[in-house]
C-alpha cells in the first residue's frame, strides 16, 4: 500500500498577512510525518486550526528568507517543544542564513526546546545573489559560530550541476528523496522537489482472473503467503499475481520566482506542481519588477515541467475569493487566466485546502 | 481639552497564541499617536482585525525578550512600511539585545523601511540577569555593530537609582513622559509607566456663576481671548474663570512578572494597572516558578502602588472566557479571585477590548 499523501495550504497570502490569507506556509503529509514549507508569521495559530499536529512536523523547509515566508519560525519551534514532550529531532532546510536567524532569535528569547535541531543551508549561485543583499545583510558563515543548546551541527549543501542547471541534493536516504532547484526572485529562493521511491507492485485483479480467480477472501491468503491451488492444480503464489511497479509520486513546492524555467528537468512529470501567483496577467511587469509571476507565467513554468496538476497559491490581499463589486478581480479569475494556458488541471489553493496525492493508478 | 487617551488589548494570550488568544500586545491611543506595548507573533494581523491603523505607530516598547511579546515585531515593522508611506520615525524601546533581534531578523530578510527607525536599550540591572542567560544567550553590544540601513543610531539606558529602586527614564520631553521599572522574571522584563503633564485647567462653570454669568455663547467668546464685562462693570477674562488644574493620567504596562514590588513607588497612584495573572491563585507555586503571577499576586502589587483601576492580561490558554462544563476554571473566575483582594475596580482584558482613560475630574 502507498502512503498517505497530502498537501495543506495554511498560508496563501502574499507580504503582508491578514485574517483571511495567512503568510505563505504548506505542510506536506506523508505517512505519519509531517514536513512543512515555509513558515510565516502566524503559522502556529494556523496549524491550530488544522486539523494537523505540530509536534508531528519533523522537517521544515523555508524557500526563501522574506518575512512572510520565515517570521513564523521560532513560535513554531517554540510551540512544538511546548505542545507536547516530542523528543524526536527536527531538521530545517533553507538559503545560507537561516541559522543565524534562528540562533538569534531562539537565543535572544532565551528559548530551550524540549528537541534537538539541526539546520541544513542551501548556499546560493552566485548569480543568485542580488545588488541590494551586501547593503541589507551581512550573512558570513563565521559571524554566529555559536550553536543554540539544543541544536546539532548541521551541514552548508552546495549546488551540484545536472543537464546544465544547479541540484541540490537535500534528502538521499528515506521513501521521499528532496532536491532543491533555482528560482529567480529579488533574493536567493529555492524550489523543493520531493520524489517518492517506485511503488511497490500490488496485485492485479487482471492477473488473479487470468488464474480463473475472483478477488475475494483468497486476496487475503495470498497477501500472507500462502500459496492456492487452481482447479487445473497450478500452485499460485502473490508474486504470480502481482501488477507492474509504478513510479512514485513527485510534488514540487516552489517559493516566490518570476522565472522558474531552471527547474523544469528536475521538476520533470511533477504530480503536482505548486507555483506562486501574486499578480494577475495584466499586471505582468509590476510582478516581474518585484520577482513575482502572473498565472500565465506560472502556467508556462508549468507546462516547461510538463506537471499533471498545477496549484496556485501566494496571490496579493487585493484578491477576495469572490467579488463584492461586479469588475473586482477576484482568486478564481487568476484561475480562469492559468487555465487559459494551462488547461483545466489547475486551481487555486486557499488557507485550509487540503488534497490527497494519489498512486498513479 | 485633554487628548483622547485609549487603551486596546490586542492579545491576552500567553505562551502559545491562538485564535482567540493573540500573543501579547497592548496600544496605548494618545491623542493621534499609538504606542504600542508588546508584539507578539500575529500583532500585526490583530491591528488589521481593530479599528486602529498601524501607520499610526510611532513608539514600540518590548518588556522583554520572549517569544510571545517580540516575534511579531520585524513582520509588524514590515508591514507599517508596506501599509503606507509614512516617513515618520519610529522609536523601539526594550531590554539590552532588542537591537540585534531588529537588525538581524530584517536584515536577513532583506527587509527595506521607508521610515527611520531608531532602537534604544534598556541595560537591566545585574540582579535582573538570570543563571541561564549566559547559556542561552550571548548578548554583545559589540556583535551587531552595523546598523539596518533604515536604523539611525539609538542608546543604551542605565538606570539611576530613585527612592531606593532602579529607575530607567526613556522619554523626559513631550507632553506624555515615560520611564521603566524592574520586574521579576526568567529573563529581564520591565514595567513601562507612563506619566502625563499636569492636565491645564478649565473654564469652570461655578466661578463663571460666581460672576453671575450662565453657560453658553460667552464660553466660546472667552475662550477666544475677549473680556466680559459683568453687570455691575466689572471685566472679566479667561483666567478669571479657570478651575484647578488636575495631575495627568497615569497608566502602568507591566512585562511577565512574579514580582512587582520595586515599581510600587514609580507606578504609585496609576490610573491604570495593567499586570499578568497567568494562572489561578491555586496554581501560584507553578506560576511563581515560571516567574507568572495569578490574580491575588497582581491585586496585591496593584494595592502596592495604590493603583485606581486594575486589568489583568496574560492568561493561560487553558481559561476559556466561559466555561462549557461545570467546574471549569474561567478567565471571570481570574477576575473574581483578584476582586477578593483588590476590590471592584478591577477587570480581565481580552483581545480587542478598548477602554478610554478619563482625565480626573
Not at 517570521?71 to 533553507?94: A, D, H, K, M, W
Not at 543568485?128 to 539544543?150: E, F, G, Q, W, Y
Not at 501488477?243 to 513546492?253: A, L, N
Request: proline content about 5%.
Amino acid at each position: 500500500m502507498a502512503r498517505l499523501m497530502e498537501v495543506t495550504f495554511l498560508g496563501t497570502g502574499s507580504a503582508n498577512p491578514t485574517p483571511n490569507k495567512a503568510a505563505s506556509s504548506i505542510v506536506l503529509r506523508y505517512g505519519d510525518d509531517l514536513w512543512m514549507f515555509d513558515c510565516g508569521e502566524g503559522t502556529q495559530t494556523q496549524v491550530m486550526k488544522s486539523s494537523l499536529k505540530a509536534g508531528k512536523i519533523t522537517k521544515i523547509f523555508i524557500t526563501h528568507l522574506h518575512g512572510d515566508h520565515l517570521y513564523g519560525l521560532s513560535g513554531l519551534l517554540c510551540t512544538i517543544s511546548q505542545s507536547n514532550q516530542r523528543t524526536e529531532p527536527v531538521s530545517i532546510y533553507g538559503p545560507l542564513g537561516l541559522a543565524k536567524f534562528i540562533r538569534v532569535s531562539l537565543g535572544l528569547s532565551r528559548s530551550e526546546l524540549c528537541f534537538r535541531f539541526k539546520v541544513i543551508e542551501l548556499q546560493p549561485t552566485d548569480d543568485m545573489l542580488k545588488i541590494d543583499d551586501a547593503r541589507l545583510c551581512n550573512i558570513s558563515s563565521t559571524d554566529t559560530p555559536v550553536l543554540h543548546p539544543c541544536e546539532d551541527e548541521g551541514r552548508i549543501v552546495h549546488h551540484t550541476m545536472v543537464e546544465g542547471v544547479p541540484v541540490w541534493t537535500l534528502l538521499d536516504t528515506g521513501p521521499l528523496k528532496v532536491r532543491a532547484g533555482k528560482l529567480d526572485h529579488r533574493i536567493p529562493s529555492f524550489a523543493f522537489i520531493m520524489q517518492e521511491d517506485m511503488l511497490p507492485a500490488t496485485l492485479s485483479v487482471e492477473k488473479l482472473r487470468e488464474f480463473g480467480f475472483e478477488p475475494g477472501p483468497i486476496c487475503a491468503k495470498l497477501r500472507a503467503g500462502e500459496s492456492i491451488k487452481t482447479p487445473t492444480g497450478v500452485s499460485v503464489t502473490l508474486s504470480d499475481v502481482l501488477g507492474c511497479t509504478h513510479p512514485g509520486r513527485k510534488v514540487v513546492i516552489c517559493g516566490d520566482s518570476c522565472e522558474s524555467s531552471a527547474i523544469a528537468s528536475i521538476a520533470k512529470d511533477a504530480d503536482i506542481y505548486i507555483h506562486e501567483a501574486t499578480l494577475q496577467n495584466s499586471l505582468r511587469e509590476t510582478a516581474v519588477e518585484r520577482g513575482h509571476s502572473t498565472p500565465q507565467m506560472a502556467a508556462q513554468f508549468a507546462l516547461q515541467a510538463c506537471a499533471r496538476f498545477l496549484y496556485l497559491t501566494h496571490f496579493s490581499q487585493r484578491y477576495t475569493e469572490s467579488s463584492r463589486k461586479k469588475k473586482e478581480f477576484t482568486v478564481k479569475d487568476l484561475q480562469k487566466e492559468a487555465q487559459q494556458v494551462f488547461g483545466p488541471n489547475c486551481a487555486v489553493a486557499q488557507d485550509m485546502l487540503t488534497f490527497t496525492v494519489k498512486p498513479p493508478k
